[in-house]
């Protein structure tokens, strides 16, 4: 595969990283008036990533002479999953995604022998009945009004109710569960079976029908909401069930602001939210379908030679998203904990993309190019 094309993508992941950053330091709504960036980045970010992850998932299995032995898979989940332990631990101020990314990764593997069809039925599915049965399962586990949006940590894994705990909020509770989260990964795998990254025609395709996929899912919901009237029988909900909330200005915002990775199971009206992290069918859809275009746009614009060298720094950043991610996460937790606001983004965005293309600039095409964390991972468990 072409350097530009393997560009574009890396781009696409690399923004989705920048974005990560405006969500974890970047300024607030006020009173620095960032509404817009947070509208743009905020629950986008980790659903962009998780989506070109399975994305990358497939292009590596098309390349592969066969499946990687199963004890290699494992071993690779468990090593994501014990860095995700330990980052956790450090209490960084972030909810840590890489925990749940070793769940997602082995999830996956099944649905890596389908047949693209049969795949692409399985994302659509997965994209309507994950987050209807992560509802569901909701009311029956105890979570109707809250207890969502934990990340596990080792200490978690010390006494037997600790450890079924950390597999609830793998699969249900969690920031990131398995349930509403998987979708962008099986979304992401069957876009890399479809799309081709080599075909300008193919790009043009998958930029259009993921903005189409964006416009269908968020406009769906502002249908609901404002002239379906669903708003009002959701404030309704919101008064009955979490009393707290409803002197908020936005009270449904307020309850969502409490919780991550799923919404209440509390009213079925709060399906047809879209907003950052309710991950209900039709923010699943919009984020999924923004993540195609930004992929689909950024593979196109790599095409074009200049476009590609200019693309260069914010690629560097997403061919080691690994270990880009896990420094910032440390750097947070042990030197800048605390910092927020304009100058924090800039920041840690200048020197993820300084340092990752000197990098780059020195290691490419050695074992170390692609990101010292992303080497150890494959060094440790060859296929």
């Not at 925990?99 to 022998?113: D, I």
């Not at 039709?282 to 992929?295: I, S």
């Amino acid at each position: 595969m072409g350097a530009n094309r393997l560009t574009g993508l890396d781009a696409a992941r690399g923004a989705a990283v920048l974005g990560m950053f405006a969500v974890h330091v970047g300024p607030p709504p006020v009173p620095e008036g960032a509404g817009w960036l947070l509208v743009a980045a905020d629950g986008r970010a980790p659903a962009v990533f998780t989506l070109i992850a399975g994305f990358s998932l497939a292009l590596a299995r098309s390349r592969a002479a066969g499946p990687p032995p199963l004890r290699a898979t494992l071993t690779r989940c468990a090593i994501l999953a014990g860095l995700g332990l330990c980052l956790a631990a450090l209490s960084p101020g972030i909810l840590v995604i890489l925990a749940f990314y070793a769940v997602y990764f082995l999830a996956a593997e099944p649905f890596t022998r389908l047949r693209t069809r049969t795949l692409a039925a399985a994302a659509g599915a997965a994209v309507v009945l994950g987050p209807v049965l992560s509802y569901t399962l909701g009311r029956a586990a105890g979570l109707r009004t809250g207890g969502r949006g934990g990340t596990p940590v080792p200490a978690d894994l010390l006494s037997w109710s600790g450890a079924a705990g950390t597999v609830r909020e793998l699969l249900l509770s969690g920031a990131y569960p398995l349930l509403t989260y998987f979708p962008y990964i099986l979304v992401g795998m069957a876009l890399g079976r479809l799309a081709d990254l080599r075909s300008k025609r193919s790009l043009g395709l998958l930029a259009g029908a993921g903005a189409a996929a964006a416009v269908a899912g968020y406009g769906a919901s502002w249908l609901a909401m404002g002239p379906g009237g669903r708003r009002a029988s959701l404030l309704d909900a919101v008064a009955r069930e979490h009393p707290w909330a409803a002197a908020e200005p936005d009270p449904v915002a307020a309850v969502l602001a409490e919780q991550f990775g799923a919404i209440p199971s509390t009213s079925w009206d709060w399906l047809l939210l879209a907003g950052p992290y309710s991950q209900t069918p039709l923010e699943t859809l919009g984020n999924a379908g923004t993540g195609a275009a930004l992929l689909g746009l950024l593979a196109l614009a790599a095409r074009v030679g200049r476009v590609a060298r200019a693309l260069r720094p914010l690629a560097a950043v997403g061919a080691m998203a690994l270990s880009v991610y896990v420094v910032h996460a440390v750097a947070l937790a042990m030197f800048l904990r605390g910092w927020t606001g304009w100058d924090a983004l800039a920041g840690f965005s200048a020197c993820a993309m300084a340092g990752c293309l000197v990098w780059d600039h020195f290691l490419r095409g050695t074992r170390l190019g692609r990101g010292p964390l992303e080497w150890a991972l494959r060094a440790v468990t060859p296929a």
